[in-house]
């Protein structure tokens, strides 16, 4: 029973990268708010994602927001 709440069980892995997924898609609607920021919202958004897959250790919201600044257009 100790280890079904414990940090390092497959439910609590399940339910991290579910928020995750959540955060990173409120920030992919903030980011399409104006209209014309929509490539580098969704470029981030694909950056991000991509670095959840190879299960590399991030920030997710400091990576979605240096992945949008690089992307922006000016």
């Known amino acids: 029973m100790n280890k079904l709440f ?3 069980s ?3 892995k399940l339910l991290a ?4 997924i959540m955060i990173i898609n409120v920030l992919f ?3 399409c708010i104006p209209i014309f920021t929509i ?3 969704l ?3 694909y950056k991000v994602t991509l670095k ?3 299960k590399e250790d991030m920030y997710i919201v400091r ?3 240096l992945a949008f600044k690089t992307f922006i257009p000016v």
Not at 17 to 20: E, G, I, N, R, Y
Request: charged share 20%; hydrophobic share 55%.
């Open 10 to 12: 497959p439910i609590f």
């Open 29 to 31: 609607i903030l980011g």
């Open 43 to 45: 470029t981030a958004l």
């Open 63 to 65: 990576e979605f927001m």
């Open 39 to 41: 490539g580098a919202s």
């Open 52 to 54: 959840m897959v190879s």
């Open 6 to 8: 414990d940090l390092e």
């Open 17 to 20: 990268k579910a928020v995750d």
